[in-house]
């Protein structure tokens, strides 16, 4: 079975800041993962994945990853941070497509500072 | 494009009634829907992954006969909650895919249920 690990479930960065969401997952094969966020009381919009072509991915709004099979490792980064970009960010992992259920990790909240 | 809604975005009902919530993809046909439950600061649990015109498949732990669900067309899911308590209150978020957009869960804005 995969699943997903967010290290630090809250994250505070200036404004302008680098930021830097960590997740680390475990698979049996190779897997298919994704970063989402979610701002108040609503769904989740997807800001990149990684389906197992070009190991740095990146997404809207600035936002990168990067898969590094070694360290089992999809952490996302921004070099700048916006006010805009304070929400809940999810990590998920699929396996035999990218269309299949996906397991969450438990979430970062990301503050931005002014 | 790719646009799922859901509806209603927010009900309360008294405890013992059913709730019917709506998940529509919009755009795109939706070949699978997946039906989540997020709890307050928690992450989304899968409860269940219908299919059009087939019985869902629901997880463990989740009691298919108090979460009804029915994807009856390419475009519409529907999850009924039956006879719900105030410990079904929770955030209900739908997603769907469809083989031709590679693949992606696009999410509805969920719907949040109070139970009274």
């Known amino acids: 079975a995969q699943s997903v690990t967010q290290l630090g479930s809250h994250v505070s960065v200036s404004e302008g800041a680098l930021v830097l969401l960590r997740c680390n997952y475990s698979s049996s094969v190779p897997p298919y993962l994704f970063w989402y966020v979610q701002y108040p009381n609503q769904g989740l919009q997807l800001l990149l994945k990684y389906t197992s072509a070009a190991t740095l991915v990146k997404g809207i709004n600035g936002f990168e990853a990067e898969f590094k099979k070694s360290e089992t490792s999809f952490h996302l980064t921004k070099p700048s941070a916006h006010m805009s970009d304070a929400a809940e960010y999810f990590c998920?992992?699929?396996?035999?497509?990218?269309?299949?259920?996906?397991?969450f990790g438990e979430g970062t909240q990301l503050t931005v500072n002014p | 494009g790719a646009v799922v809604s859901q509806h209603p975005s927010r009900v309360i009902c008294k405890s013992g009634t059913s709730v019917k919530i709506e998940c529509r993809s919009l755009?795109?046909?939706?070949?699978?829907m997946f039906w989540y439950r997020q709890f307050p600061k928690q992450s989304l649990m899968l409860m269940a992954t219908?299919?059009?015109?087939?019985?869902?498949?629901?997880e463990q732990g989740v009691e298919k006969d108090k979460f009804l669900i029915n994807h009856a067309s390419l475009t519409l899911s529907t999850l009924t909650v039956t006879s719900a308590h105030p410990e079904d209150s929770s955030f209900y978020i739908c997603s769907a895919i469809t083989r031709g957009r590679g693949d992606t869960q696009y999410f509805g804005p969920g719907t949040r249920l109070t139970v009274l």
């Open positions: 998920a992992v699929s396996i035999g497509t990218s269309g299949s259920r996906l397991t």
């Open positions: 755009d795109f046909q939706a070949t699978t």
């Open positions: 219908s299919n059009e015109g087939s019985k869902a498949t629901y």
